[in-house]
């Protein structure tokens, strides 16, 4: 079956604009995260939804990060005023529930001129 | 702080030479620990979890081993289709959140 989609697959902007990433998960899969992995480092984790409520945003970096997940399926990520150093790739994985294995979609490649 | 730590960092085999990655981990309360693989520009590929101490599991020539404070993964006669980033990670007891290490960058040369 499909798996974990991710929009757009690269992302070019600069400094100071807004931008939006799309994760679509695995159907079915209430549990869904994002993570940023940036070069030559392992995931590191951002925040985790289940169904529609974030119940762990711990790894949001500061307030410019934001995400939401409005029915319970797609989330969006979002990052205000972009600074260089948000320049990663951000991946997003889903799974059945919790305590059951998460499973990644490609990523988005963002980059900050 | 939870920690998770990989060795080595890149290695490089012949085709058909077995050999381990290591990943020492200090989660408290582990709940489980997890095995991916990644290649170049692609997301984590999950392989394997393991839940306690003595736990193996084995895919293809990839076997998966646990002990108290470190996990190894055994690539036995790698092929160069496993050339890959190999991502270990932990999941604490109560938390969903994985907590990776930064992966061993494997190499097998034809």
């Known amino acids: 079956g499909a798996g974990v989609s991710q929009t757009p697959s690269n992302k070019v902007t600069e400094k100071g604009k807004y931008v939006e990433l799309r994760c679509d998960p695995i159907s079915g899969h209430t549990a869904l995260y994002w993570y940023r992995q940036s070069l030559g480092q392992g995931p590191e984790f951002l925040i985790y939804?289940?169904?529609?409520?974030?119940?762990?945003d711990s790894g949001l970096p500061n307030d410019r990060f934001f995400a939401v997940r409005p029915e319970g399926s797609v989330s969006t990520l979002k990052i205000q005023r972009t600074e260089r150093g948000d320049s990663a790739v951000y991946l997003c994985?889903?799974?059945?529930?919790?305590?059951?294995?998460?499973?990644f979609g490609p990523g988005t490649r963002l980059t900050v001129l | 702080e939870d920690q998770v730590t990989q060795s080595p960092e890149a290695l490089r085999l012949q085709e058909g030479e077995s050999s381990s990655l290591n990943c020492s981990y200090t989660?408290?309360?582990?709940?489980?620990l997890f095995w991916y693989r990644q290649d170049p520009g692609k997301g984590p590929e999950f392989l394997f979890t393991l839940y306690s101490a003595g736990e193996e599991k084995e895919k293809e020539r990839l076997k998966a081993t646990l002990t108290k404070k470190e996990s190894f993964l055994h690539i036995t006669a790698p092929k160069p289709e496993d050339s890959a980033t190999y991502l270990c990670a932990g999941t604490q007891g109560g938390s969903e959140k994985l907590v990776f290490g930064k992966g061993t960058k494997l190499t097998v040369n034809p």
């Open positions: 939804f289940q169904g529609t409520g974030a119940a762990d």
């Open positions: 994985a889903s799974s059945l529930g919790i305590a059951t294995t998460q499973y």
């Open positions: 989660v408290s309360g582990l709940r489980g």
